[in-house]
T-cell receptor, first 116, second 114 residues
């Protein structure tokens, strides 16, 4: 039973550089979510996909952020022209579309981004 | 505007005693609530959930209570064990009225002392 996989685990970059993260969800899950977590805060929703369609984006997701999920499998999150305020843990989660009352998100271990 | 609030950043409990973690919410559209546990360097893992049609859900040592009129839920862990030491997040969603993404609280760090 493979869980949600995220790569890389850690990324250090200089301000102004572009970074890309990858998420591989649990194989039968059709929903994929991106969250961001900073120190002392809970995970904050960024965006989610149902299959390959991006259904919702948070206002937290500035124009510098773009997410894709080609073919409805893995997803990438790109941040262009990184800023120090982008430093955070980026969490990916997946779920099976809720058909009952028990939709649960399964999270990956996250990618810790540090912008210097 | 924080829709899910966990007002206690930390809690220390003796091994074997009960741990009670609290959560308040402001959005009356929320109808599905979950608790997640997070260890350092790992993603949150699902612990227990409750829908708004219930006021209690139990799973082993973990029980979640929901008080809709007070917009309050709590997680009880009994007996507490050292392995329960982690950060606990309360999360909520309007699943039945729009299937909104989960909104998380800031978390409560639980320390169970042996």
């Amino acid at each position: 039973d493979t869980g949600v996989s995220q790569n890389p685990r850690h990324k250090i970059t200089k301000r102004g550089q572009n970074v890309t993260f990858r998420c591989d969800p649990i194989s039968e899950h059709n929903r994929l979510y991106w969250y961001r977590q900073t120190l002392g805060q809970g995970p904050e929703f960024l965006t989610y996909f149902q299959n390959e369609a991006q259904l919702e984006k948070s206002r937290l997701l500035s124009d510098r952020f773009s997410a894709e999920r080609p073919k409805g499998s893995f997803s990438t999150l790109e941040i262009q022209r990184t800023e120090q305020g982008d430093s955070a843990m980026y969490l990916c989660a997946s779920s099976l579309e809720a058909v009952a009352t028990n939709e649960k998100l399964f999270f990956g271990s996250g990618t810790q981004l540090s912008v210097l | 505007d924080q829709q899910v609030k966990q007002n206690s950043p930390s809690l220390s409990v003796q091994e074997g005693r009960i741990s009670i973690l609290n959560c308040d919410y402001t959005n009356s559209m929320f109808d599905y609530f979950l608790w997640y546990k997070k260890y350092p360097a790992e993603g949150p893992t699902f612990l227990i959930s409750i829908s708004s049609i219930k006021d209690k859900n139990e799973d082993g040592r973990f029980t979640v209570f929901l008080n809709k009129s007070a917009k309050h839920l709590s997680l009880h862990i009994v007996p507490s064990q050292p392995g329960d030491s982690a950060v606990y997040f309360c999360a909520a969603s309007a699943m039945f009225s729009g299937n909104t993404p989960l909104v998380f609280g800031k978390g409560t760090r639980l320390s169970v002392i042996a």
